[in-house]
């Protein structure tokens, strides 16, 4: 029988409730710190980024100027554009290293396509490209190969073809003065904002596909885990290939952009470009291990290699080298900070 009262008999010690207050604060802290951390790793970069332009501004009032503003958005738009690609495959777990030579492909055949108008000029890129990153997806979601070796293949394919099609680079395509793909370069009459705002318009689009649809919460579970995905029912290959394509086509209108702007398909151009595209999507926050990134962040990732080679420029005394020893710095830096980041997260 249990002691009560009634027979003189102390009731049972038992240990005093703690106060609701209380019992929320201990709940609430650690939950708070981890949103904390959670917005440092997908947000940090705007921060550093703002502190830069601050005090670039501050130093170099040239560097302020709506001028050199308008220079640093159009430089950075085809990287954005490359870059937006890369992090939905990033998020699925994968890599693409071919994104440098699908946009230098698809600027040439852009340009050489010019010839007949503007909608070959779009066309051609876009399903030579889209094609590119077509098999990249299929090769490693259907066939299961490690996607640093399926894209590390592309690269030398895509640069291959490119070569093959300018004769091994000596061959210089123009795209013809007056023609309609032109309108879309630089210049009061050209377009030269058609850049900013074409990047600006996939980035948004881009966003909202992996924050508000079905399709983006399925590259997130992909990239936490395929097993769980697959078990959860989700078309894991789908995804896989989707993204690789989407990256392919994005990185050829891209290039193809890019030729309207020079008027010709330069073969020299996008060479280490997946580097930079790497670096910037994970410079903004996006796990290299996948489950994990935003689009924003790639974007603030962006403008920050953009302004950091815009203030090389400014200083005058420095060459176009030390960008990549900046660049290569700052990726160590957010790299050691999302490490710990994580386990920051972890450990609440």
Known sequence: ?????ALGLPEPATAPSAPPAAAAGRTAGPAGRERLLALLQRQGV??????????SSIVYPSFGTLDNARSITVQASFLAVVALGMTLVIITGG??????????????????????????????????CGAIGAVNGLLVARAGMAPFIVTLASLLAARGLLLAITHEGATTYLVPRGAAVAARGPGPRGGGGVPPRGARGQVGAGGLLLQRTSFGQTLFA???????????GLPVARAKVTVYLLSGLLAGLAGAINAARLSSGVTIVGVGMELDAISAVVIGGTLLVGGAGSVSGTLWGVLLLAVIQNLINQIGSLNSSYQSVVSGGFLILVVVAQRYLARGRRST
């Open 222 to 232: 992909v990239g936490g885990s395929a097993d769980a995905a697959t078990l959860m």
């Open 46 to 55: 705007l921060a550093v980024l703002l502190v830069v332009v601050v005090l």
């Open 1 to 5: 029988m249990n002691p009560t009262p």
């Open 95 to 128: 890599i693409d290293l071919s994104v440098g030579s699908v946009f230098a492909l698809g600027g040439v055949l852009a340009a050489w396509a010019s010839q007949w108008g503007i909608v070959p000029a779009l066309l051609l890129p876009l399903a030579v």
